[in-house]
DNA sequence: ACAGTATTTGCACCGAGTGCATTTTTAAAG
DNA sequence: CTTTAAAAATGCACTCGGTGCAAATACTGT
Protein backbone atom coordinates (compact mmCIF):
# COMPACT_ATOMS: atom_id res chain seq x y z
CA UNK A 1 0.00 0.00 0.00
CA UNK A 2 2.17 2.51 -1.48
CA UNK A 3 1.41 6.80 -0.22
CA UNK A 4 2.04 9.81 -1.93
CA UNK A 5 4.88 11.37 -2.03
CA UNK A 6 8.78 10.69 -1.57
CA UNK A 7 9.31 7.22 -0.06
CA UNK A 8 11.96 6.75 2.55
CA UNK A 9 15.64 6.59 2.28
CA UNK A 10 16.48 4.58 5.27
CA UNK A 11 14.85 3.57 8.50
CA UNK A 12 15.33 3.57 12.30
CA UNK A 13 16.25 -0.27 12.18
CA UNK A 14 18.61 0.42 9.72
CA UNK A 15 20.25 3.76 11.33
CA UNK A 16 20.09 2.14 14.51
CA UNK A 17 22.19 -0.98 12.98
CA UNK A 18 24.91 1.88 11.50
CA UNK A 19 25.08 3.85 15.19
CA UNK A 20 25.21 0.55 16.86
CA UNK A 21 28.39 -0.69 14.67
CA UNK A 22 29.78 3.14 15.61
CA UNK A 23 29.07 2.83 19.12
CA UNK A 24 31.07 -0.28 19.28
CA UNK A 25 33.76 0.66 17.75
CA UNK A 26 34.60 4.36 19.14
CA UNK A 27 31.75 4.29 22.04
CA UNK A 28 28.56 6.30 22.39
CA UNK A 29 29.91 9.61 23.63
CA UNK A 30 32.55 9.74 20.97
CA UNK A 31 30.15 9.04 18.22
CA UNK A 32 28.93 12.30 17.34
CA UNK A 33 25.40 12.42 14.87
CA UNK A 34 27.50 13.55 11.85
CA UNK A 35 29.47 10.02 12.20
CA UNK A 36 26.27 8.20 11.97
CA UNK A 37 25.19 10.27 9.56
CA UNK A 38 28.37 10.39 7.18
CA UNK A 39 28.28 6.40 7.74
CA UNK A 40 24.54 5.59 6.57
CA UNK A 41 24.80 8.00 3.88
CA UNK A 42 21.92 10.73 4.75
CA UNK A 43 21.97 14.60 5.84
CA UNK A 44 22.52 15.73 9.72
CA UNK A 45 19.38 16.88 9.75
CA UNK A 46 17.43 13.71 8.18
CA UNK A 47 18.56 11.41 11.42
CA UNK A 48 16.33 13.77 13.53
CA UNK A 49 13.20 12.77 11.05
CA UNK A 50 13.86 8.92 12.54
CA UNK A 51 14.63 9.60 16.21
CA UNK A 52 14.28 12.52 18.54
CA UNK A 53 17.42 12.17 19.91
CA UNK A 54 20.75 10.60 19.92
CA UNK A 55 19.31 9.04 23.13
CA UNK A 56 16.87 7.32 21.57
CA UNK A 57 18.45 5.38 19.26
CA UNK A 58 18.44 1.97 21.10
CA UNK A 59 15.12 1.71 22.39
CA UNK A 60 13.74 0.43 19.26
CA UNK A 61 9.89 -0.66 19.23
CA UNK A 62 9.86 -0.42 22.94
CA UNK A 63 6.13 1.33 22.85
CA UNK A 64 5.35 -1.64 21.38
CA UNK A 65 6.45 -3.78 24.01
CA UNK A 66 4.33 -1.91 26.09
CA UNK A 67 1.23 -2.85 24.84
CA UNK A 68 2.32 -5.89 24.71
CA UNK A 69 2.28 -6.20 28.31
CA UNK A 70 -0.71 -4.25 28.90
CA UNK A 71 -2.24 -6.68 26.98
CA UNK A 72 -0.34 -9.76 29.20
CA UNK A 73 -1.65 -7.74 32.07
CA UNK A 74 -5.60 -8.11 31.05
CA UNK A 75 -5.47 -11.26 29.91
CA UNK A 76 -4.27 -12.69 33.76
CA UNK A 77 -6.96 -14.32 35.44
CA UNK A 78 -8.34 -11.13 38.06
CA UNK A 79 -7.80 -13.60 41.24
CA UNK A 80 -4.44 -13.86 40.43
CA UNK A 81 -2.69 -11.98 43.50
CA UNK A 82 -1.48 -8.70 43.03
CA UNK A 83 2.41 -9.40 43.12
CA UNK A 84 2.23 -12.62 41.62
CA UNK A 85 0.21 -10.70 38.48
CA UNK A 86 3.05 -8.24 38.00
CA UNK A 87 5.90 -10.64 38.77
CA UNK A 88 4.73 -12.44 35.87
CA UNK A 89 4.31 -9.84 33.12
CA UNK A 90 7.66 -7.86 34.45
CA UNK A 91 9.39 -11.57 33.70
CA UNK A 92 6.75 -11.85 30.20
CA UNK A 93 7.60 -8.42 29.00
CA UNK A 94 11.59 -8.94 29.00
CA UNK A 95 11.03 -12.48 27.42
CA UNK A 96 13.25 -12.80 24.75
CA UNK A 97 13.70 -15.08 21.59
CA UNK A 98 17.21 -16.91 21.73
CA UNK A 99 18.35 -15.15 18.53
CA UNK A 100 17.40 -11.76 19.74
CA UNK A 101 19.28 -12.33 22.80
CA UNK A 102 22.73 -11.08 21.59
CA UNK A 103 20.85 -7.62 20.08
CA UNK A 104 18.96 -7.13 23.14
CA UNK A 105 22.01 -7.69 25.64
CA UNK A 106 23.37 -4.78 23.13
CA UNK A 107 20.68 -2.75 23.40
CA UNK A 108 20.69 -2.87 27.53
CA UNK A 109 24.43 -2.59 27.79
CA UNK A 110 24.13 0.81 26.41
CA UNK A 111 21.14 2.05 27.75
CA UNK A 112 22.13 1.10 31.47
CA UNK A 113 25.69 1.70 30.80
CA UNK A 114 26.16 4.75 29.28
CA UNK A 115 25.46 7.56 31.60
CA UNK A 116 23.91 9.99 29.41
CA UNK A 117 21.09 6.98 28.38
CA UNK A 118 20.98 5.73 32.10
CA UNK A 119 20.09 9.44 32.63
CA UNK A 120 17.34 9.38 29.50
CA UNK A 121 15.91 6.13 30.56
CA UNK A 122 14.23 7.22 33.05
CA UNK A 123 12.27 9.31 30.80
CA UNK A 124 11.45 5.89 28.33
CA UNK A 125 10.49 4.00 31.64
CA UNK A 126 8.04 6.45 32.75
CA UNK A 127 5.85 5.06 30.44
CA UNK A 128 6.74 1.22 31.20
CA UNK A 129 5.87 2.27 35.39
CA UNK A 130 2.67 3.82 33.88
CA UNK A 131 0.87 0.51 32.62
CA UNK A 132 2.37 -1.02 35.91
CA UNK A 133 0.58 1.59 37.92
CA UNK A 134 -2.36 1.39 35.50
CA UNK A 135 -3.15 -2.25 36.63
CA UNK A 136 -2.46 -1.99 39.93
CA UNK A 137 -5.03 0.66 39.86
CA UNK A 138 -7.08 -1.08 38.26
CA UNK A 139 -6.78 -4.00 40.89
CA UNK A 140 -6.58 -2.37 43.86
CA UNK A 141 -9.89 0.53 42.62
CA UNK A 142 -7.87 3.62 43.52
CA UNK A 143 -6.66 6.50 41.57
CA UNK A 144 -3.46 5.67 39.18
CA UNK A 145 -1.76 8.61 40.72
CA UNK A 146 -2.19 7.73 44.21
CA UNK A 147 0.25 6.07 46.58
CA UNK A 148 0.35 2.48 46.00
CA UNK A 149 0.24 1.82 42.38
CA UNK A 150 3.02 4.34 41.66
CA UNK A 151 5.18 2.78 44.88
CA UNK A 152 4.43 -0.44 43.46
CA UNK A 153 5.43 0.77 39.67
CA UNK A 154 8.29 2.50 41.05
CA UNK A 155 10.02 0.07 43.21
CA UNK A 156 9.26 -2.57 40.67
CA UNK A 157 10.73 -0.67 37.69
CA UNK A 158 13.66 -0.97 40.49
CA UNK A 159 13.74 -4.42 40.60
CA UNK A 160 13.91 -5.16 37.09
CA UNK A 161 16.74 -2.50 36.58
CA UNK A 162 18.62 -4.08 39.23
CA UNK A 163 18.01 -7.80 37.22
CA UNK A 164 19.10 -6.40 34.36
CA UNK A 165 22.21 -5.07 35.98
CA UNK A 166 22.56 -8.49 36.76
CA UNK A 167 22.31 -10.09 33.57
CA UNK A 168 24.58 -7.92 31.93
CA UNK A 169 27.25 -8.88 34.61
CA UNK A 170 26.83 -12.48 34.43
CA UNK A 171 25.89 -13.33 30.66
CA UNK A 172 25.65 -16.81 31.93
CA UNK A 173 22.45 -16.21 34.04
CA UNK A 174 18.91 -15.91 32.61
CA UNK A 175 16.91 -13.04 32.25
CA UNK A 176 13.68 -14.58 33.04
CA UNK A 177 15.19 -15.76 36.13
CA UNK A 178 17.02 -13.03 37.39
CA UNK A 179 13.57 -10.91 37.42
CA UNK A 180 11.71 -13.91 38.53
CA UNK A 181 14.27 -13.75 41.57
CA UNK A 182 14.76 -10.27 41.95
CA UNK A 183 10.99 -10.09 42.13
CA UNK A 184 10.42 -12.83 45.03
CA UNK A 185 13.62 -11.02 46.83
CA UNK A 186 11.72 -8.33 48.56
CA UNK A 187 8.73 -10.58 49.57
CA UNK A 188 11.47 -12.79 50.76
CA UNK A 189 12.23 -9.80 53.51
CA UNK A 190 9.85 -7.93 54.03
CA UNK A 191 7.79 -9.98 56.49
CA UNK A 192 9.23 -12.92 58.35
CA UNK A 193 12.45 -10.99 60.32
CA UNK A 194 14.78 -14.06 59.37
CA UNK A 195 17.74 -10.84 58.17
CA UNK A 196 18.78 -13.87 55.51
CA UNK B 1 41.58 30.60 58.16
CA UNK B 2 42.36 32.85 55.41
CA UNK B 3 43.95 30.91 52.49
CA UNK B 4 46.37 32.51 49.36
CA UNK B 5 44.84 33.45 46.42
CA UNK B 6 41.80 35.37 45.59
CA UNK B 7 38.48 34.87 47.51
CA UNK B 8 35.49 33.43 45.94
CA UNK B 9 33.41 35.55 44.44
CA UNK B 10 30.33 34.21 44.91
CA UNK B 11 29.10 30.54 46.40
CA UNK B 12 26.91 28.04 45.50
CA UNK B 13 24.55 28.46 47.61
CA UNK B 14 24.45 32.28 46.62
CA UNK B 15 24.02 31.01 42.63
CA UNK B 16 21.45 28.32 43.41
CA UNK B 17 18.97 31.17 45.34
CA UNK B 18 19.61 33.42 42.09
CA UNK B 19 18.46 30.50 39.85
CA UNK B 20 16.14 29.15 41.48
CA UNK B 21 14.85 32.97 41.32
CA UNK B 22 14.86 32.92 38.07
CA UNK B 23 13.51 29.47 37.08
CA UNK B 24 10.70 30.29 39.49
CA UNK B 25 9.84 33.01 36.93
CA UNK B 26 10.64 31.87 33.36
CA UNK B 27 10.80 27.81 34.14
CA UNK B 28 14.20 25.67 34.20
CA UNK B 29 14.01 24.94 30.46
CA UNK B 30 13.74 28.82 29.77
CA UNK B 31 16.67 30.08 31.70
CA UNK B 32 19.90 30.17 29.89
CA UNK B 33 23.28 29.68 32.06
CA UNK B 34 24.03 32.85 30.30
CA UNK B 35 20.62 34.40 31.89
CA UNK B 36 22.02 33.07 35.67
CA UNK B 37 25.41 34.44 35.75
CA UNK B 38 24.12 37.74 34.41
CA UNK B 39 22.08 38.36 37.28
CA UNK B 40 24.43 36.64 39.62
CA UNK B 41 27.05 39.32 38.11
CA UNK B 42 29.46 36.89 37.21
CA UNK B 43 30.77 35.75 33.95
CA UNK B 44 29.93 32.42 32.16
CA UNK B 45 32.72 30.43 32.42
CA UNK B 46 32.87 31.01 35.76
CA UNK B 47 29.22 29.13 36.70
CA UNK B 48 31.02 25.44 35.81
CA UNK B 49 33.84 26.39 38.77
CA UNK B 50 30.55 26.20 40.75
CA UNK B 51 28.43 23.78 39.32
CA UNK B 52 29.55 20.92 36.83
CA UNK B 53 26.10 21.40 35.36
CA UNK B 54 22.91 23.18 34.84
CA UNK B 55 21.13 20.16 36.17
CA UNK B 56 23.30 19.95 39.53
CA UNK B 57 22.26 22.87 40.56
CA UNK B 58 19.07 21.92 42.32
CA UNK B 59 21.11 18.97 44.49
CA UNK B 60 22.77 21.07 46.97
CA UNK B 61 24.93 19.44 49.18
CA UNK B 62 23.23 16.17 48.30
CA UNK B 63 26.66 14.40 49.32
CA UNK B 64 26.52 15.30 52.85
CA UNK B 65 23.02 13.54 53.63
CA UNK B 66 24.46 10.37 52.15
CA UNK B 67 27.32 10.69 54.68
CA UNK B 68 24.65 11.52 57.20
CA UNK B 69 22.57 8.37 55.66
CA UNK B 70 25.31 6.22 56.10
CA UNK B 71 26.32 7.19 59.90
CA UNK B 72 21.96 6.28 60.44
CA UNK B 73 22.67 2.91 59.15
CA UNK B 74 26.21 2.11 61.25
CA UNK B 75 24.35 3.36 64.45
CA UNK B 76 21.35 0.85 63.66
CA UNK B 77 21.65 -2.14 66.02
CA UNK B 78 22.60 -5.35 63.92
CA UNK B 79 19.68 -6.73 65.02
CA UNK B 80 16.79 -4.88 63.96
CA UNK B 81 15.02 -6.55 60.79
CA UNK B 82 16.92 -5.31 57.43
CA UNK B 83 14.17 -3.86 56.07
CA UNK B 84 12.99 -1.96 58.84
CA UNK B 85 16.58 -0.60 59.36
CA UNK B 86 16.33 0.32 55.74
CA UNK B 87 12.92 2.13 56.23
CA UNK B 88 14.14 4.02 59.06
CA UNK B 89 17.22 5.54 57.46
CA UNK B 90 14.80 6.28 54.44
CA UNK B 91 12.31 8.03 56.86
CA UNK B 92 15.55 9.44 58.75
CA UNK B 93 17.51 10.76 55.56
CA UNK B 94 14.77 12.71 54.10
CA UNK B 95 13.92 14.53 57.47
CA UNK B 96 13.86 18.10 57.36
CA UNK B 97 13.26 20.95 59.81
CA UNK B 98 10.18 22.89 59.19
CA UNK B 99 12.05 25.77 58.21
CA UNK B 100 13.72 24.20 55.44
CA UNK B 101 10.80 22.12 54.14
CA UNK B 102 9.63 24.82 52.11
CA UNK B 103 13.13 25.21 50.35
CA UNK B 104 12.91 21.41 49.90
CA UNK B 105 10.10 21.70 48.51
CA UNK B 106 11.34 23.72 45.93
CA UNK B 107 14.02 21.68 45.04
CA UNK B 108 11.83 18.52 44.70
CA UNK B 109 9.61 19.50 42.50
CA UNK B 110 12.05 20.89 40.41
CA UNK B 111 14.56 17.32 40.68
CA UNK B 112 11.08 15.24 40.64
CA UNK B 113 9.33 17.44 37.68
CA UNK B 114 11.39 18.66 35.05
CA UNK B 115 12.09 16.11 32.32
CA UNK B 116 15.86 17.20 32.24
CA UNK B 117 16.75 17.13 36.30
CA UNK B 118 14.31 14.00 36.06
CA UNK B 119 16.53 12.32 33.97
CA UNK B 120 19.76 13.80 35.32
CA UNK B 121 18.55 12.63 38.85
CA UNK B 122 19.44 9.00 38.04
CA UNK B 123 22.74 9.50 38.19
CA UNK B 124 22.94 11.17 41.04
CA UNK B 125 20.48 9.05 42.88
CA UNK B 126 23.32 6.51 41.86
CA UNK B 127 25.10 7.46 44.55
CA UNK B 128 22.36 6.72 47.14
CA UNK B 129 21.33 3.59 46.58
CA UNK B 130 25.13 2.76 46.86
CA UNK B 131 24.62 3.98 50.17
CA UNK B 132 22.00 1.24 50.34
CA UNK B 133 23.37 -1.60 48.90
CA UNK B 134 26.61 -1.16 50.70
CA UNK B 135 24.46 -1.75 53.75
CA UNK B 136 22.31 -4.42 52.86
CA UNK B 137 25.57 -5.99 51.97
CA UNK B 138 26.83 -5.34 54.99
CA UNK B 139 23.66 -7.04 56.69
CA UNK B 140 23.38 -9.87 54.74
CA UNK B 141 27.28 -10.70 54.28
CA UNK B 142 26.71 -11.15 50.34
CA UNK B 143 28.75 -8.68 47.47
CA UNK B 144 27.90 -5.18 46.88
CA UNK B 145 27.26 -5.82 43.72
CA UNK B 146 25.17 -8.82 43.71
CA UNK B 147 21.65 -9.31 43.28
CA UNK B 148 19.87 -8.72 46.83
CA UNK B 149 21.62 -5.33 47.33
CA UNK B 150 21.23 -4.16 44.26
CA UNK B 151 17.45 -5.21 44.21
CA UNK B 152 16.72 -4.21 47.71
CA UNK B 153 18.45 -0.32 46.62
CA UNK B 154 17.02 -0.13 43.33
CA UNK B 155 13.30 -0.71 44.90
CA UNK B 156 14.00 0.94 47.87
CA UNK B 157 14.91 4.23 45.60
CA UNK B 158 11.95 3.84 43.53
CA UNK B 159 9.48 3.75 46.75
CA UNK B 160 11.26 7.27 47.80
CA UNK B 161 10.85 8.81 44.88
CA UNK B 162 7.16 7.59 44.61
CA UNK B 163 6.58 8.90 47.96
CA UNK B 164 8.27 12.03 46.95
CA UNK B 165 5.59 12.55 44.36
CA UNK B 166 2.96 11.89 46.01
CA UNK B 167 4.28 14.36 49.05
CA UNK B 168 4.77 17.06 45.32
CA UNK B 169 1.07 16.80 44.76
CA UNK B 170 -0.29 16.71 48.24
CA UNK B 171 1.42 18.99 50.17
CA UNK B 172 -1.19 19.23 53.55
CA UNK B 173 0.12 15.05 53.73
CA UNK B 174 3.56 14.86 55.20
CA UNK B 175 6.90 13.78 54.13
CA UNK B 176 7.91 11.55 56.79
CA UNK B 177 5.02 10.10 56.63
CA UNK B 178 4.20 9.28 53.07
CA UNK B 179 7.87 7.48 52.96
CA UNK B 180 7.54 5.00 56.12
CA UNK B 181 3.74 4.26 54.51
CA UNK B 182 5.21 4.01 50.98
CA UNK B 183 7.96 1.53 52.16
CA UNK B 184 5.57 -0.48 54.25
CA UNK B 185 3.10 -0.90 51.07
CA UNK B 186 5.40 -3.56 49.05
CA UNK B 187 5.28 -5.28 52.35
CA UNK B 188 1.82 -5.47 53.09
CA UNK B 189 0.91 -6.43 49.19
CA UNK B 190 3.82 -9.15 49.22
CA UNK B 191 3.07 -12.45 51.58
CA UNK B 192 -0.33 -12.81 51.60
CA UNK B 193 -2.34 -13.20 48.71
CA UNK B 194 -5.23 -10.92 49.79
CA UNK B 195 -5.40 -8.24 46.72
CA UNK B 196 -6.25 -5.72 49.49
C1' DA C 1 57.84 45.38 45.81
C1' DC C 2 57.64 40.36 44.95
C1' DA C 3 56.48 35.59 44.70
C1' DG C 4 53.10 32.21 44.87
C1' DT C 5 48.34 30.79 44.65
C1' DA C 6 43.55 30.37 43.59
C1' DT C 7 39.81 32.34 41.30
C1' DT C 8 37.85 34.68 37.53
C1' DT C 9 37.47 35.62 32.91
C1' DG C 10 37.66 35.60 27.72
C1' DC C 11 37.83 33.14 23.70
C1' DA C 12 37.47 29.69 20.58
C1' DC C 13 35.46 25.50 20.09
C1' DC C 14 32.35 21.16 19.84
C1' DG C 15 28.06 18.68 19.67
C1' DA C 16 23.03 18.19 20.30
C1' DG C 17 18.92 19.87 18.86
C1' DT C 18 15.37 23.25 16.42
C1' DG C 19 12.86 26.27 13.00
C1' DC C 20 12.15 27.23 8.55
C1' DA C 21 12.39 27.38 3.83
C1' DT C 22 13.72 24.69 -0.21
C1' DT C 23 14.59 20.82 -2.99
C1' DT C 24 13.80 16.15 -4.36
C1' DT C 25 11.25 12.08 -5.08
C1' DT C 26 7.07 9.80 -5.69
C1' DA C 27 2.08 8.36 -6.61
C1' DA C 28 -1.82 9.53 -8.69
C1' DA C 29 -5.07 12.63 -11.26
C1' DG C 30 -5.97 15.14 -15.53
C1' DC D 1 2.84 12.78 -20.81
C1' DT D 2 2.14 16.63 -17.87
C1' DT D 3 0.58 18.45 -13.77
C1' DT D 4 -0.44 18.29 -8.93
C1' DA D 5 0.05 17.35 -4.34
C1' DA D 6 2.12 14.76 -0.72
C1' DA D 7 5.96 13.31 1.98
C1' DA D 8 10.71 13.01 2.79
C1' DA D 9 15.32 14.91 2.52
C1' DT D 10 18.18 18.68 2.85
C1' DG D 11 20.65 23.14 3.88
C1' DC D 12 21.33 26.84 6.77
C1' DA D 13 21.41 29.61 10.50
C1' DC D 14 20.94 29.63 15.20
C1' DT D 15 20.54 28.49 20.38
C1' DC D 16 22.32 26.36 24.27
C1' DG D 17 25.19 23.43 27.33
C1' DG D 18 29.66 22.31 28.11
C1' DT D 19 35.10 22.19 27.69
C1' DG D 20 40.13 23.42 27.09
C1' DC D 21 43.35 26.74 27.52
C1' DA D 22 45.64 30.80 28.42
C1' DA D 23 45.57 35.26 30.47
C1' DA D 24 44.02 38.47 33.89
C1' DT D 25 42.88 39.47 38.56
C1' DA D 26 42.87 39.54 43.58
C1' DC D 27 44.66 37.94 47.49
C1' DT D 28 48.37 36.32 51.31
C1' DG D 29 52.54 36.10 53.12
C1' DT D 30 57.74 37.20 52.59
Known amino acids: MPRAGRRNITSAAELEETAFELFDEHGFEHTTIADITAAAGIAR ?25 RAEFRALPRDLPLLDAVRHCVVE ?6 E ?7 RMRLILGVPALQAHSTLRFQSWREVVAEFVADRLNVPQDSLTPQT ?17 ARPELELSQLLDTAMRELAAHASPPNGQ
Open 45 to 69: RTFFHYFPSKNDIPWGDFDAGLERM
Open 100 to 106: QLAGHRR
Open 152 to 168: IAHATLGVAVAAYHQWL
Open 93 to 98: FNRVPD
